[in-house]
T-cell receptor, first 115, second 114 residues
Framework: AQTVTQSQPEMSVQEAETVTLSCTYDTSESNYYLFWYKQPPSRQMILVIRQEAYKQQNATENRFSVNFQKAAKSFSLKISDSQLGDTAMYFCAFMPGFGNEKLTFGTGTRLTIIP | SAVISQKPSRDICQRGTSLTIQCQVDSQVTMMFWYRQQPGQSLTLIATANQGSEATYESGFVIDKFPISRPNLTFSTLTVSNMSPEDSSIYLC???????????FGSGTRLTVV
């Protein structure tokens, strides 16, 4: 069974600064996907970024980027130029295989952007 | 990406009663996933619903408590039966994005059992 660990329950950062959220996972799978989801107070789950395990290149989406270290089973999220709208719960998630599989979520990190 | 309409958005129910949550997807999908998010917690998969077959339940979840219907490729319901205050949670449905870039979630149902 897979496990996903987020060791930072809460974080806060000043607006416009950079923040990094940590995630580690454990799996025996060789093919898998990793995701970061954002859940603002509206409770809508929003996909932030996705990483395929077979790709060595780290995924980026505008101000969001990941540091994927496959050997270390680490998948951190970096948010650059943080904005007030980034305030939310952030969940790291793991999916084995190539699709239509369940997601295993970490416990989440509550991120607060301070004006 | 797929758009999911989930209803109701919230409800307050008496213990011992049942609530049925609906998810309608704007495209045909093979599998739909139902998650529970207890207060202040992460998401836990309840079951996976395939059209034309019985849902597959995760450990700790049983069909008598969480019956699921999947009558076609765009619709599913989850019923929370014989509710107790411990069932107070957010319930979310999810499908894989058509472009397979991730999973799309419904807006969630906030259930409070009193």
């Amino acid at each position: 069974a897979q496990t996903v660990t987020q060791s930072q329950p809460e974080m806060s950062v000043q607006e416009a600064e950079t923040v990094t959220l940590s995630c580690t996972y454990d799996t025996s799978e060789s093919n898998y996907y990793l995701f970061w989801y954002k859940q603002p107070p509206s409770r809508q789950m929003i996909l932030v970024i996705r990483q395929e395990a077979y790709k060595q290149q780290n995924a980026t989406e505008n101000r969001f980027s990941v540091n994927f270290q496959k050997a270390a089973k680490s998948f951190s999220l970096k948010i650059s130029d943080s904005q007030l709208g980034d305030t939310a719960m952030y969940f790291c998630a793991f999916m084995p295989g190539f699709g239509n599989e369940k997601l295993t979520f970490g416990t989440g990190t509550r991120l607060t952007i301070i004006p | 990406s797929a758009v999911i309409s989930q209803k109701p958005s919230r409800d307050i129910c008496q213990r011992g009663t049942s609530l049925t949550i609906q998810c309608q997807v704007d495209s045909q999908v093979t599998m739909m996933f139902w998650y529970r998010q207890q207060p202040g917690q992460s998401l836990t998969l309840i079951a996976t619903a395939n059209q034309g077959s019985e849902a597959t339940y995760e450990s700790g979840f049983v069909i008598d408590k969480f019956p699921i219907s999947r009558p076609n490729l765009t619709f599913s319901t989850l019923t929370v039966s014989n509710m107790s205050p411990e069932d107070s949670s957010i319930y979310l449905c999810s499908v894989e994005d058509q472009q397979r870039v991730g999973y799309t979630f419904g807006s969630g149902t906030r259930l409070t059992v009193v």
